[in-house]
């Protein structure tokens, strides 16, 4: 089975706290893809990072950072300090099965940081 | 600037009445796909296309149906709209020249049927 979980429906943290988002992903293909996706408010769903199954380096942009773990079928995000403009809901999403270029998602993490 | 395109941003409808939401890119990716966005469902795949008069059905296309008759537009269909297709719709598009490239989306049509 193909699948993405994300177990934390919603988050709330105050302003400076560091939080990481959680994204645990199943699939028996050995070449996939994972991406995390923000949806702020406003509604539109914003690209954050694309993450093949051969690269297992983390990786940090600013205040944000992946972690992806193979062994445990893991691509976790964190945001550091974090801030109120961090507030949305993020998607983790799969890539499986070369050549189909379709996206499992995960039901999303709604994020509240609180000032 | 490339971008994609959905209209109406907020369409309430009738059960039983023939929807038709659009969807329009202008970035000539070979990839189109449909997403309905439900509270605790994530956004789940309703139909998709690889290329002009390719259409596939995704995880929940049952009610929906799709045409491609250029590069740029999949149209999405609600034949007979029903209560339980009241949902946030997006659509997406992705280049397909390669292997994980990401999904640019539009952004999302509001569907409310009464």
């Known amino acids: 089975a193909q699948k993405v979980t994300q177990a934390q429906t919603e988050i709330s943290v105050v302003e400076k706290e560091d939080v990481t988002l959680d994204c645990v992903y199943e699939t028996r293909d050995t070449t996939y893809y994972l991406f995390w996706y923000k949806q702020p408010p406003s509604g539109e769903l914003v690209f954050l990072i694309r993450r093949n199954s051969f690269d297992e380096q983390n990786e940090i942009s600013g205040r944000y950072s992946w972690n992806f773990q193979k062994s445990t079928s893991s691509f976790n995000f964190t945001i550091t300090a974090s801030q109120v403009v961090d507030s949305a809901v993020y998607f983790c999403?799969?890539?499986?099965?070369?050549?189909?270029?379709?996206?499992?998602f995960g039901t999303g993490t709604r994020l509240k940081v609180l000032a | 600037d490339a971008e994609i395109t959905q209209s109406p941003r907020h369409k309430i409808t009738e059960t039983g009445r023939q929807v038709t939401l659009a969807c329009h890119q202008t970035?000539?990716?070979?990839?189109m796909f449909w997403y309905r966005q439900d509270l605790g469902h994530g956004l789940r795949l309703i139909h998709y296309s690889y290329g002009v008069q390719d259409t596939n059905k995704g995880e929940v296309s049952d009610g929906y149906s799709v045409s491609r008759s250029n590069t740029e537009d999949l149209p999405l269909t609600l034949e007979s709209a029903a209560s339980s297709q009241t949902s946030v719709y997006f659509c997406a598009s992705s280049s397909g020249l390669a292997e994980g490239n990401e999904q640019f989306f539009g952004p999302g049509t509001r569907l409310t049927v009464l």
């Open positions: 970035w000539n990716h070979n990839n």
């Open positions: 999403a799969l890539s499986p099965e070369v050549g189909t270029y379709k996206y499992i």
